[in-house]
């Protein structure tokens, strides 16, 4: 239990100290010898902006190059019935129906370190027809917010967003993209058309394992990339990727590779952060809680650095340590990211 001359710590500190197995408000209380009201208020306080937020990334990475990583996940709610914005949502991880938040999350990476910053919640439009937006307006809409404050030099998204809209509207803003692309949509090679898992220009074996090419797809002027993937039993298949921009196909592949980062972070705020764990009817403070958890692992990725420990979970291993010590380790390296 915390001394009462440390209470007063930041909701995300708090989410990292913590050893409970769910880290609700009250679970928090109890580890912290406060009430659970207390706590809820905890969640209420404004935490840092987005402007902050990458601020202290920039500061983590410190490399010139960034890339923005956007995905989307399911914050689970299983019981819930009277939580704001929540709905039942396919999940491809484990192909159920779940009662759960859709969490639009995007992260700045230098391609090893990978720094949460912002998120939208996407509500289906039966939750709320009036202010309904489609995944890909809410993504546009992060990165026009995101790019206010920092130059990007590729964005990295999911297959999901793989659409004309999306891929036009970032060609008419001038911002390159690398995406995965689905199988069995026609492209255009050379004045033919092709499924692109058709197409006699990917076909790759044990020496030539990717391949770029030139093409268009509805129109817009593309560069398509197939892959060779193989699978623990000596099978393969060939995946596929988009950009608007031309390199080597080695790149797009390594590039494309650096998407890995967001769906680490899933896995940890999950696991360790307690990202599906607020229990709170109201939208807004499910919100501060997503941006809590992101500070929460913000601070782990900068003592995994300042440590040189092996993953993210080590280093908020090495943070819950300082539970049952000095709260105050963990403060320090709250104040050096975000003053």
Same mark, same amino acid.
């Given at each position: ?15 990292? *100290? ?21 706590? $809820? ?26 890339? *923005? *990583? *956007? ?17 039942? $949502? ?29 998120? @939208?919640?996407?509500? @289906? ?42 891929? &036009? ?106 990202? $599906?764990?607020?229990?709170? /009817?109201?939208?807004?403070? &499910?919100? $501060? ?43 320090? /390296?709250? /104040?050096?990211?975000?003053?």
């Amino acid at each position: 239990m915390l001394s009462n001359a440390k209470l007063h710590i930041p909701y995300s500190i708090a989410l990292l *100290l913590s050893t409970a197995p769910r880290k609700t408000c009250e679970s928090l209380a109890r580890e912290m010898g406060i009430s659970g009201d207390t706590v $809820n208020k905890y969640l209420e306080q404004q935490s840092p902006d987005l402007f902050e937020r990458i601020a202290a990334a920039i500061k983590i990475l410190k490399r010139k190059k960034l890339y *923005l *990583l *956007l995905d989307d996940t399911l914050i689970t709610k299983i019981y819930s019935r009277c939580i704001e914005g929540t709905s039942d $949502n396919y999940s491809s991880s484990d192909r159920t129906i779940q009662r759960s938040l859709c969490s639009i999350v995007a992260m700045l990476t230098d391609g090893k370190i990978a720094i949460p910053i912002d998120q @939208a919640i996407w509500s @289906a439009r039966e939750v709320d027809p009036v202010n309904y937006k489609t995944k890909v307006v809410l993504s546009q809409g992060i990165i026009e917010e995101v790019k206010k404050h920092v130059d990007i030099d590729i964005v990295i998204i999911d297959g999901l967003y793989a659409t004309v809209e999306m891929m &036009q509207w970032l060609n008419d803003n001038n911002i390159k993209f690398e995406m995965r692309f689905h199988s069995n949509r026609k492209i255009r090679v050379n004045n033919q058309n092709f499924k692109i898992k058709e197409c006699p220009f990917f076909k790759l074996n044990g020496y030539r394992t990717e391949r770029t090419i030139a093409g268009s797809w509805h129109d817009i002027k593309l560069y398509f990339t197939g892959i060779i993937r193989w699978f623990r039993n000596g099978e393969s298949t060939i995946v596929f990727q988009v950009s608007n921009y031309k390199t080597s196909a080695q790149q797009h592949k390594k590039i494309y590779g650096y998407r890995w980062n967001i769906e680490k972070f899933f896995r940890t705020a999950k696991q360790h952060l307690g990202l $599906n764990d607020c229990q709170s /009817r109201k939208k807004e403070k &499910q919100e $501060n809680h997503i941006i809590n958890v992101f500070i929460a692992y913000t601070v782990a990725q900068h003592e995994r650095i300042k440590l040189k420990c092996k993953n993210t979970e080590e280093a908020i291993k090495s943070i819950k340590k300082c539970h049952i010590y000095d709260s105050d380790y963990a403060i320090d /390296r709250f /104040r050096a990211i975000f003053g």
